[in-house]
């Protein structure tokens, strides 16, 4: 989650509790000291946690400077809530939305979320999905362009053949959003694609192996 501190500004937040839920430890240090100054950024916070297989923990969290937008961070955290190492995501003025993180059998990590492309004359983004290895360095970067507003993938499962099946949100213009899927093989390139939905507004926000196919 977030703290506040001073001026309304809100940091990332992470409590470890026992089975009962008393606090073992709590932790602010999730991004870079010397970057964040309470000075510089304003609303932030934890979007996904993990216990990676080497039992120490992910977290992905988000700062947003007010004027560089939204930056993002994999943190790498032993059990006792110390960090090992940080990545830094951002790559233009507006910056990625990075939804979700997991962890695939090689102990890589996948960050599926969208990237902006443009504020005006309309706001448009396409769907993208970050590999980084397992020390937070980035392996590769795929986008799926839509130029649509309100696009993105939203969770990544890796598939018996070592891909990926990605599901999220598209928009296309009509009113409503579309559930979006994206199969891929081990390099995010993609292999097949299916837009689902109705009248009504329809999205993709989760997806799960299970048996011989996938819960969405």
């Known amino acids: 989650g977030h703290t506040s501190s001073l001026y309304y500004k809100f940091y990332p937040y992470l409590i470890r ?17 010397p970057i964040l100054n309470p000075g510089d950024y304003g609303n932030g916070g934890c979007t ?11 977290i992905l969290s988000q ?18 809530g110390d960090t090992i190492w940080t990545s830094k995501f951002k790559w233009n003025f507006l910056g990625p939305d990075l939804y979700r993180l997991s962890e695939d059998l090689d102990g890589n990590i996948l960050l599926p979320g969208r990237i902006h492309y443009s504020l005006q004359p309309t ?15 980035t392996l590769w970067v ?5 130029y649509t507003n309100n696009s993105g993938f939203t969770s990544v499962v890796q598939t018996s053949d ?4 990605l599901t ?21 390139d993609t292999l097949w694609t299916l837009d689902y939905g109705g009248p009504a507004n329809d999205g993709g926000w989760g997806i799960l192996s299970s048996g011989n ?3 969405l």
């Open 213 to 215: 196919g996938y819960l």
């Open 162 to 165: 070592s891909g990926y099946f």
């Open 48 to 58: 996904d946690v993990i216990e990676a297989r080497d039992s120490s923990i992910y």
């Open 142 to 146: 795929r986008q799926y362009p839509f």
């Open 123 to 137: 706001f448009t983004c396409g769907a993208s999905l970050i590999k980084t290895d397992t020390t937070g360095d």
């Open 63 to 80: 700062v947003a400077d007010y004027d560089t937008a939204t930056v993002f961070f994999l943190c790498k955290l032993q059990l006792g």
């Open 17 to 33: 509790t026992d089975s009962i839920g008393d606090t073992l430890w709590t932790t602010t240090k999730l991004s870079p000291i």
């Open 168 to 188: 999220g949100v598209t928009y296309w213009g009509a009113g409503n959003t579309n559930c979006y899927f994206v199969r891929t093989n081990a390099f995010g």
